[in-house]
């Protein structure tokens, strides 16, 4: 079973960039669908964007236009590039790869942002 492992998180000022990064065990190729999902303090889980390996990637409406992820199938990698960070940004971010109904997700690493 291919495993993801997140690096990147940290501690950063509103207004700057940080860039995550998710490495699979194996081959990408594997998940029809690899996405970052975000988890904020006392809040639910929620999906921050996703990407296939065709056609246009989702990204949700709060990070359009400051987020993109990027999807290196060379390196078996997904990055997601943070520009212009807020605040309500802070959390755990979590990478995800999905194939039907099975999801693998990695470990998490955090994000805070200071206003």
């Known amino acids: 079973q291919v495993q993801l492992v997140e690096s990147g998180g940290g501690l950063v000022q509103a207004g700057e960039s940080l860039r995550l990064s998710c490495v699979a065990s194996?081959?990408?190729?594997?998940?029809?669908?690899m996405a970052w999902y975000r988890q904020p303090p006392g809040k639910e889980r929620e999906l921050v964007c996703w990407r296939r390996n065709w056609g246009s990637p989702y990204y949700m409406h709060s990070v359009k236009d400051r987020f993109t992820i990027i999807r290196d199938n060379a390196k078996n990698t997904i990055y997601l590039q943070m520009d212009n960070l807020k605040p309500e940004d802070t959390a755990v971010y979590y990478c995800?790869?999905?194939?039907?109904?099975?999801?693998?997700w990695g470990q998490g690493t955090q994000v805070t942002v200071s206003s």
């Open positions: 995800n790869g999905q194939t039907g109904d099975w999801n693998t």
């Open positions: 194996g081959s990408i190729f594997s998940f029809d669908k």
